[in-house]
Structure formats: C-alpha cells, structure tokens
C-alpha cells in the first residue's frame, strides 16, 4: 500500500481504556486515519477524557455510548468535540432487552453523529432498540479489533508469538470470563456482598440495567462454571505434563485466586499480558466458556473447546450463543480430557462447517477485502464533506465546558480515593499498564511493515500517556 496525499483534515480522539484489548486495534485505526491525512490523539481513555478541555476540535472516537458515557457527552458537546461510536460490547451480548438498558442511553446516543456495528447482527440489534432514532446513520464496517485476526495482519504478533513458543513451550490456553462473580473489586460483581446478615444483596456495578431474576440466574449460572473451572485447572495440569497451562483472566477479573491454585501446581501459568491474539497464536487449543476470544480463535482457525460443565439454556442461548457454538462443546471433564487429547494429539483441528462459518458471517463484517479500520475512515471522510476544523462553540458554551471538564476531573480523583470505590486508582493501572513512546514507535514501524506502508509517520508524547500520530 503506498502512501495518499496528505491534506489538514479534523483531528482524531481515539481514547483506550482496557489497554491489552484495545491498544494494538486502535492503533492500526490511527496509523490508517494519518495515510488519509487524519492527526489522531490515541491514549489512556481516563487521561485523555481528564484533559478533553486542551485537547483541540476533534472527532472523538468511542466505545460506548452508555448512560455512564452522558456527562462526559455533554462536556463534549459544549467544547465543540463531535462523537461517532461503537460498542466494545455489541459482538457477545445480553439478551435485546437488557443490552438496551445496560448499554445504550437514548441521552447519550443524541449526541453520537455516527455509528459503527461489527457486522449485521449487531446493526439489527441497534435498529431494534425503540428509541433509535430511524435517521440516525449506522454502518456496517466491522471493527478494528477484528482487523487483527485476519492472516494478512495478524503477522503483525508473529514476534510475540515465537517469543511465547520459546517462553512457555507447547501451551494449552485457558481463557476466564468470571467478572461478574469474581470481579477485580466485590462492587464490581452482579451483586455487592450483603452488608447485614438477612438483607438481600445490592446490583453491583455489573448488574445495573438488568432484571434482579436475570442477574440472579446469571450470578448463579457464572458461579456454577467458575467452581467447575477452578476444579479443571489441576485436572488438566495433571492430565497434561508435556504442556503448559495458561490461566489467562478476564481484564476486569480478580486473578488472586489463580495464582492461589498456580502455586499449588507444577505447570500452570497465570497472566494478562498484552493482546490475546499472538496466545491464541502459540496455543495448542483454547479452552473457554461463553468467551468473546473463541470468536477470534474460530477466525483464526485456532481450536476451541467450550467447556459446559453447567448449563443454563436461557443465559447459555441468548448470551453466549456465539462463542460456544463456534467451539467444539463439552460437557463434562472427561469430554473434554478426550476431545482436548485429541486436538493435541493431531486428530482433531479448529471446529468447522457452512452453519459456523455463516453464523460468523452474520456478526462480523470485514474478514476479508478492505480493512474494518479503512471502511470507518471512509465513512468519517465522508461525514466531513472535506472539513479542515470543527466549529468554534458559542464563548459560553466553551467556557462552561471547561469548567465541567475540570471539575470532572476532580471529582474523578478524589472519588478514585475512597472507600469502596468500584475504579480505586489501582484498577485502573491494572486496565491501563501504559506505554513508553518508544514502544508505541517499534509498534507503528511493525504495523507499516505488515501493511506495506511507506508513509512517514510522526508519534509524540502530548500528555502522559497521551501521544499524537500524524504523518
């Protein structure tokens, strides 16, 4: 690919918030906006929302567009920023009627001039949700993180993954998505625990928006398979000795109880480190339940093993149809012993079939042709009709901007300090590690590589962990 003429074009906001997930993807959207002659600002999303204030007219790029999302909306809408939005979310979701309260907000959706869907699923989806506006423009691009799982870019993690081979040997990967149940802080779970013996408990943050019979159901369906995994993680350190076990936890999860029953094993191994693509790379199988990376492990042809010790039909079909039926299905520990001995043994590769491979068609979009990332940059140049700048907000409006903005962020740090606080400043290093400029460079030079391109790219520090990519 070579590089296009570079003309001044609106600047870019691409916010990150759970850096190993989102990081890389979002990156390859900010390298592919700058060929298009776009300036992006790319970082931590907390960071870069506490200094939207200095931050120039942009289009902000975001993941959500939740009722958690509206102040910080509003903020925007009076400094002069426009919105365009995905959802990080919309790939692996809630039944219709509880993803409408969990995570969409018709306040916050007002102020979103554009829409991206991973594929027609979740542009269905969306279509369907009474109060969406019928003009509101949504587009059928597919997302950058699904840009990440096709032969031609996933090349871009071969470095890792060999890194991985040599580090850890022939590896079984065993994803969890147990946050609900055993969140990084108890507020964060479904419920918070009772505070008077008798009381019933309180939604925690991860069950607001949903009924309190579904939220129970699904604390104990989550429950059921979180005990049935932390019984199969010394089953298969045992009926394995020639692998490794990596235990790779949900990002928002409470790895302490892993690394518990790691120290009492021989090879199993606990870690969150970097993007899930270059693991799925080096693992002989993956084993999951209900989890949004046997998606990427079926697209990249790696197997899967959804391991359905306990089954809740209602949660199970609704909730967590896609990824398990893109797995091959167990239902017990032997099953899954057999089938998993099989995969490693040679006999028995990545689940397949035409009923997969169009269930798969039907949510995600771009997994050939051109890129996820170039069909949104298409779409934004388009919406801009060519624009150099956005409009200058009315004095008052930007002034009252400013002060929201700056109040926010003291609000934010303070909150972030006190007792019982569901994001403490802990959790959100945790979500956000950050990065150094100089690794940020090495990743844009070996993403040009895989993409052919000899753009020059500039990448500065604005901020603390704050960067801008231009070319």
């Given at each position: 690919?070579?590089?296009?003429?570079?003309t001044?074009?609106?600047?870019?906001?691409?916010?990150?918030?759970?850096?190993v997930?989102?990081?890389?993807?979002?990156?390859?959207?900010?390298?592919?906006?700058?060929?298009?002659?776009?300036?992006?600002?790319?970082?931590?999303?907390?960071?870069?929302?506490?200094?939207?204030?200095?931050?120039?007219?942009?289009?902000?790029?975001?993941?959500?567009?939740?009722?958690?999302?509206?102040?910080?909306?509003?903020?925007?809408?009076?400094?002069?920023?426009?919105?365009?939005?995905?959802d990080?979310?919309?790939?692996?979701?809630?039944?219709?009627?509880?993803?409408?309260?969990?995570?969409?907000?018709?306040?916050?959706?007002?102020?979103?001039?554009?829409?991206?869907?991973?594929?027609?699923?979740?542009?269905?989806?969306w279509?369907?949700?009474?109060?969406?506006?019928?003009?509101?423009?949504?587009?059928?691009t597919?997302?950058?993180?699904?840009?990440?799982?096709?032969?031609?870019?996933?090349?871009?993690?071969?470095?890792?993954a060999?890194?991985?081979?040599?580090?850890?040997?022939?590896?079984?990967?065993?994803?969890?998505?147990?946050?609900?149940?055993?969140?990084?802080?108890?507020?964060?779970?479904?419920f918070?625990?009772?505070?008077?013996?008798?009381?019933?408990?309180?939604?925690?943050?991860?069950?607001?928006?949903?009924?309190?019979?579904?939220?129970?159901?699904?604390?104990?369906?989550?429950?059921?398979?979180?005990?049935?995994?932390?019984?199969?993680?010394?089953?298969?350190?045992?009926?394995?000795?020639?692998?490794t076990?990596?235990?790779?936890?949900?990002?928002?999860?409470?790895?302490?109880?892993?690394?518990?029953?790691?120290?009492?094993?021989?090879?199993?191994?606990?870690?969150?480190?970097?993007?899930?693509?270059?693991?799925?790379?080096?693992?002989?199988?993956l084993?999951?339940?209900?989890?949004?990376t046997?998606?990427e492990?079926?697209?990249?042809?790696?197997?899967?093993?959804?391991?359905?010790?306990?089954?809740?039909?209602?949660?199970?079909?609704?909730?967590?149809?896609?990824?398990?039926?893109?797995?091959?299905?167990?239902?017990?520990?032997?099953?899954?012993?057999?089938?998993?001995?099989?995969?490693?043994?040679?006999?028995?590769?990545?689940?397949?079939?035409?009923?997969?491979?169009?269930?798969?068609?039907?949510?995600?979009?771009?997994?050939?042709?051109?890129?996820?990332?170039?069909?949104?940059?298409?779409?934004?140049?388009?919406?801009?009709?060519?624009?150099?700048?956005?409009?200058?907000?009315?004095?008052?409006?930007?002034?009252?901007?400013?002060?929201?903005?700056?109040?926010?962020?003291l609000?934010?740090?303070?909150?972030?300090?006190?007792?019982g606080?569901?994001?403490?400043?802990?959790?959100?290093?945790?979500?956000?590690?950050?990065?150094?400029?100089?690794?940020?460079?090495?990743?844009?030079?070996?993403?040009?590589?895989?993409?052919?391109?000899?753009?020059?790219?500039?990448?500065?520090?604005?901020?603390?962990?704050?960067?801008?990519?231009?070319?």
């Amino acid at each position: 690919m070579s590089a296009s003429t570079v003309t001044a074009k609106v600047p870019l906001i691409i916010p990150v918030e759970n850096q190993v997930r989102e990081l890389d993807p979002k990156l390859l959207l900010a390298i592919i906006a700058a060929r298009r002659g776009y300036t992006s600002i790319i970082g931590s999303h907390r960071k870069i929302d506490f200094r939207i204030a200095s931050l120039p007219r942009s289009l902000y790029l975001c993941k959500s567009f939740t009722v958690m999302n509206l102040k910080m909306f509003q903020i925007m809408h009076k400094l002069g920023q426009r919105i365009a939005s995905w959802d990080e979310e919309a790939l692996v979701h809630l039944p219709d009627d509880m993803y409408f309260s969990r995570r969409l907000s018709p306040l916050s959706l007002k102020y979103v001039s554009h829409l991206f869907a991973w594929g027609e699923d979740n542009a269905r989806l969306w279509r369907q949700y009474p109060a969406m506006p019928q003009e509101k423009p949504i587009h059928i691009t597919g997302n950058p993180r699904g840009d990440l799982l096709r032969p031609d870019m996933c090349t871009f993690y071969e470095e890792d993954a060999e890194a991985l081979r040599r580090q850890h040997g022939k590896f079984i990967l065993l994803n969890t998505n147990f946050n609900h149940v055993n969140a990084f802080f108890p507020s964060q779970n479904l419920f918070r625990p009772a505070t008077k013996e008798g009381r019933a408990p309180v939604f925690g943050k991860a069950g607001k928006g949903m009924s309190r019979d579904f939220a129970e159901a699904l604390r104990d369906h989550k429950q059921a398979i979180f005990e049935h995994f932390k019984a199969l993680i010394p089953v298969l350190d045992a009926a394995f000795p020639d692998h490794t076990l990596i235990v790779r936890p949900h990002p928002t999860e409470n790895p302490a109880v892993y690394h518990d029953i790691a120290s009492r094993s021989r090879r199993v191994k606990v870690t969150n480190e970097g993007n899930v693509v270059p693991w799925l790379m080096a693992a002989k199988a993956l084993v999951h339940n209900g989890c949004t990376t046997a998606v990427e492990a079926y697209t990249m042809r790696i197997p899967a093993i959804s391991y359905r010790a306990s089954v809740d039909d209602k949660i199970d079909e609704s909730f967590y149809r896609l990824p398990n039926r893109l797995s091959h299905q167990c239902f017990d520990q032997q099953e899954l012993l057999d089938t998993l001995g099989k995969i490693l043994a040679g006999k028995l590769g990545a689940a397949d079939g035409a009923e997969r491979q169009a269930l798969v068609d039907e949510y995600l979009v771009a997994q050939d042709g051109r890129l996820a990332c170039e069909r949104m940059i298409d779409v934004l140049e388009t919406a801009m009709h060519g624009k150099s700048a956005l409009p200058a907000p009315a004095p008052l409006n930007h002034l009252a901007g400013w002060s929201l903005a700056n109040g926010r962020r003291l609000v934010k740090w303070l909150k972030g300090y006190l007792p019982g606080s569901h994001a403490p400043p802990e959790f959100h290093r945790h979500r956000y590690p950050g990065i150094t400029l100089n690794e940020l460079r090495n990743r844009i030079e070996r993403f040009q590589r895989v993409l052919g391109d000899d753009t020059t790219l500039k990448a500065e520090q604005i901020h603390d962990q704050i960067f801008r990519i231009s070319a």
